[in-house]
Nanobody, 121 residues
């Protein structure tokens, strides 16, 4: 069981990127997935979080610009990032509080390897 992020890259200020986080393995359920980020020299911080029911919460610094969503059928979580700013530059990580497989095994606090987002002119 693992989470694999994709979609990062270099974008100009004001631009957009869409990150994807796909869970591999025989996944039955992903509980409380979210996106975090870590800029150089800073601690990892929560960006957005989505519950199984679809409720979302966002860090104040991305409200109105970023949107988290999930496709349960594809075991994938997305982060649409619009109006990007240089201060959004960071490695973005996907996290799941719990991943349950069809065999009933639970994996807790699963992290992806991260994807780099750079916002610069």
């Amino acid at each position: 069981v693992q989470l694999v992020e994709s979609g990062g890259g270099l974008v100009q200020p004001g631009g957009s990127l869409r990150l994807s986080c796909a869970a591999s393995g025989r996944i039955f359920r992903i509980t409380a997935p979210g996106w975090y980020r870590q800029a150089p020299g800073k601690q990892r911080e929560l960006v957005a979080h989505i519950t199984s029911g679809g409720s979302t919460n966002y860090a104040d610094f991305v409200k109105g610009r970023f949107t988290i969503s999930r496709d349960n059928g594809k075991n994938t979580v997305y982060l649409q990032m619009n109006s990007l700013k240089p201060e959004d530059t960071a490695v973005y990580y996907c996290n799941a509080e719990k991943i349950t497989t069809y065999s009933g095994v639970n994996y807790y606090q699963v992290w992806g390897q991260g994807t780099q987002v750079a916002v610069s002119s």
